[in-house]
Nanobody, 126 residues
Framework: QVQLVNSGGGLVQAGGSLRVSCAAS????????VGWFRQAPGKEREFVAA????????YYGDSVKGRFTVSRDNGKTTFYLQMNSLKSDDTAVYFC???????????????????WGQGTQVTVSQ
């Protein structure tokens, strides 16, 4: 069974950049859609970005479009979320998730994912 491990969070000033990782163990993420979500204290989990099962298409939430980019290594075991022009509103715990059954219309729905990373804290200071 695939397990996901998040890493790379930290403290950064507003306007700065940070990259968080999602590493798979127990298999590759080939054939899995991979999503990124975040959750701030007292708020619901928010869709950030997702890659389709074929890994040929990437989708972004409106609040991060143009600032965040998803990439992956060639071995398909690690995905990255590059975050640029960070704002204080981006402060949250960031999670990655993977699922085999997802279609495009369901990529933003967290309940459709099968496996989750443990999350990594990103704090943006003003």
């Amino acid at each position: 069974q695939v397990q996901l491990v998040n890493s790379g969070g930290g403290l950064v000033q507003a306007g700065g950049s940070l990259r968080v990782s999602c590493a798979a163990s127990g298999g590759t993420l080939s054939g899995y859609a991979v999503g990124w979500f975040r959750q701030a204290p007292g708020k619901e989990r928010e869709f950030v970005a997702a890659v389709s099962r074929s890994h040929s298409s990437t989708y972004y939430g409106d609040s991060v479009k143009g600032r965040f980019t998803v990439s992956r290594d060639n071995g398909k075991t690690t995905f990255y979320l590059q975050m640029n022009s960070l704002k204080s509103d981006d402060t949250a715990v960031y999670f990655c998730a993977a699922g085999r059954r997802l279609i495009t219309s369901s990529l933003a729905n967290p309940v459709q994912y099968d496996f989750w990373g443990q999350g990594t804290q990103v704090t943006v200071s003003q």
